[in-house]
């Protein structure tokens, strides 16, 4: 099936370069191949199953809504209207009654678009800020606020008017301060910069980050800079946009990361987790004094799945029931403790996260460069051994942990294990 793929299918595919299976089926944290192998999953659709492969009542949900209604533009349904509800009481409650809610095309990418599209619409203005390290979509405009140089330098003529400024990755820091005379100068230099009237830009439509970045290497923002970065674009009347597709739905901890900064955004960008279970759906929320566009002023044929809309809010609900949110914290903490020792290692910078989302950062024990290869290696002795996960960050040096939010402590302690063992054993990988 993998050569097959590889014949028929086009380069762009990534994820069966690095994790080449070919996948039978799954249930919950599990997946077993083509050649009747089981891993434990901590990949989960890139962050999209939230409750776990094949989670039984969301396919209760799903499977009797597909008798009903599957495909309704953005017709108003029960299922549709449901999922709103659904959506709109995981807010903190100074947000429920001042935000709109609107339905995109099924990808992360696609609400990204109409997001900044809201924003320039709605301030008349056209630059836009985003962070190094950031990761939006693949759409064009996703492309041109996403920090992935590879990724768009082979595409000319992206959407202008974007500015990078540096995040607060303070690992490797991107103003080349060392680590403990830093504070938060990244912010400080964002600060200076629109309040600056030689800095030679205007002030822009709108602010784009990542709570937590999540290709970018599972980099959480600092508690001051987003703080600051908020009451900036406060002052100055910049809309900010958080984009949580892959913070969002309980993935840290809270339903949306931001919760998280004590801070009220203007947009929110969710798309996915929202379903539950894969079928797909994408979303912005926004403070309804933004809600500036006309009629069809951002649509999409597949906005109105009724399928993700029915499974959505069966998902909410089964995370009030289940304390998932708190399951979540307590895992995350887990997690923490389990791959503490791992920090002592001289090829290992850092071990870093939020809930159910973890990253482990390799380096050069020798120069400090990023270790790609390490994380490679890592990667590929794992899944030998049954354990499915993601590289990212710079030169793929950071290896990524997405389980499921609802995995149960002992397989949390099965796949730590497998990563302690693995990365701990590096040492004699690269003696040989």
């Not at 434990?40 to 890139?46: E, F, R, T, V």
């Not at 962070?131 to 202008?160: D, E, I, R």
């Not at 008017?161 to 103003?175: A, D, I």
Request: charged content about 20%; glycine content about 12%; overall charge negative.
């Amino acid at each position: 099936m993998l050569a097959r793929q590889q014949d028929r299918e086009s380069n762009a595919r990534t994820y069966p370069r690095h994790l080449p299976m070919a996948i039978d089926e799954a249930h919950g944290s599990f997946v077993r191949d083509m050649d009747g192998n089981v891993f434990i999953d901590c990949l989960a659709g890139a962050g999209v199953l939230s409750l776990g492969h094949n989670h039984p009542e969301l396919i209760g949900i799903a499977a009797e809504q597909l008798g009903r209604f599957t495909h309704g533009l953005d017709f108003p349904t029960p299922a549709k209207e449901a999922f709103i509800e659904a959506q709109l009481s995981m807010l903190p409650a100074a947000l429920q009654d001042r935000m709109k809610i609107h339905f995109c095309g099924p990808t992360g990418a696609n609400a990204v678009d109409a997001a900044i599209k809201l924003c320039k619409t709605a301030t008349g203005r056209s630059d836009v800020v985003s962070f190094q390290g950031g990761f939006h979509g693949s759409s064009a405009m996703g492309m041109a606020l996403t920090g992935l140089v590879q990724q768009k330098a082979p595409v000319a003529n992206g959407m202008p008017g974007v500015h990078f400024f540096p995040y607060t990755y303070c690992s490797r820091c991107p103003l080349g301060l060392a680590r403990d005379t830093c504070s938060s100068n990244c912010v400080a230099y964002l600060e200076n910069t629109l309040r600056d009237d030689l800095s030679g830009m205007t002030r822009p439509a709108a602010v784009i980050l990542e709570m937590v970045q999540g290709e970018g290497g599972v980099i959480p923002a600092t508690l001051e800079f987003v703080q600051r970065l908020r009451a900036i674009t406060r002052e100055l009347a910049i809309p900010l946009i958080v984009d949580e597709v892959q913070t969002g739905c309980g993935r840290t901890g809270t339903w949306f990361a931001f919760e998280q900064y004590g801070i009220e955004p203007d947009v929110i960008v969710a798309s996915k987790a929202l379903s539950g279970i894969g079928t797909p759906v994408a979303v912005i929320i926004y403070d309804r004094a933004l809600d500036k566009w006309a009629p069809g002023a951002h649509t999409g044929t597949f906005r109105g799945n009724q399928l993700a809309f029915a499974a959505g809010a069966e998902a909410v609900r089964i995370v009030r029931r289940d304390g998932i949110l708190e399951q979540v914290q307590q895992r995350g903490r887990q997690i923490e403790s389990l791959l503490k020792p791992l920090e002592a290692l001289p090829w290992v910078r850092e071990v870093r996260g939020r809930g159910m989302m973890w990253g482990i950062e390799f380096q050069d024990p020798d120069t400090g460069k990023p270790g790609g290869d390490l994380a490679q290696q890592v990667q590929d002795e794992v899944l030998r051994k049954g354990l499915i996960l993601e590289t990212g960050g710079r030169g793929g040096c950071v290896v990524r942990l997405l389980p499921p939010l609802n995995t149960t402590e002992d397989v949390v302690e099965q796949f730590c294990r497998i990563l302690v063992e693995t990365v701990g054993a590096l040492r004699g990988k690269q003696a040989a």
